[in-house]
Each structure stands twice: as C-alpha cells, then as structure tokens.
Nanobody
C-alpha cells in the first residue's frame, strides 16, 4: 500500500505565506509527476501546480508568480510554497502523485493525499 501524507495547512492573513509538504511512501516503483490540486466548497477540484521527475513545472494562471513547487525525487517529496496569498486561495489542497507501484509496474495510476485546509482570511 502506498500513501501520500500532507502537512502545512492552516490559517494565514492575506499577503502571507504557507508551505505545504507531501511525502509519498510505500511500494512506488516510479513517480512520474507530483502535484497539487485544490477544491473550494461547491467547486470542482482544480490543478494548482505539477512537477515531473525531470523538473518540468506547470502552474495554474491564478498562481503563477506566487506559488512554486519544488521536488526532491530522492525523498519522494514535493512542496508547495505559497506566497502573497489571497482569500481566493482558500481551499482544501490535495497532493497527487502519478506513478507506478511494484505490484503493477505496467500500470500508471494517480494517488492522492488526505487533503489539508488552507484558509486565507483577515
């Protein structure tokens, strides 16, 4: 069994910063992409940022220039550094890993963290 454990959420004032972390563990044979998605109440889950094992990144337009997504492949860990936070960033943030496990090395699946609440409010 594999799992993605998230931490770092909380309450922050507008303009502040938070750093989320996500550590993947278990029987991964490879992780191709790690990323972050978020979901606000009543809305669809949306992509925030992703990073491939080769270091290629993608960001939602709404967070470009404010968020970064560093990754440590050796530790199977990804972070989401969030700066200049806005109230509209308030959501549950979910870590995602696209990869393969040793029990099914020909199958690529998406795995999800438990979610962590980020609230931006004064």
């Amino acid at each position: 069994q594999v799992q993605l454990v998230e931490s770092g959420g909380g309450l922050v004032q507008p303009g502040g910063s938070l750093r989320l972390s996500c550590a993947a563990s278990g029987s991964f044979s490879s992780i191709l992409v790690m990323g972050w998605y978020r979901q606000a109440p009543g809305k669809q889950r949306e992509l925030v940022a992703t990073i491939t094992s080769g270091g290629s990144t993608k960001y939602a337009d709404s967070v470009k220039g404010r968020f970064t997504i560093p990754r440590d492949n050796a530790k199977n860990t990804v972070w989401l550094q969030m700066n200049s936070l806005k109230p509209e960033d308030t959501a549950v943030y979910y870590c995602n890993a696209k990869g393969r496990i040793v029990q099914a090395i020909t199958t690529t699946n998406n795995y999800w963290g438990q979610g962590t609440q980020v609230t931006v409010s004064s």
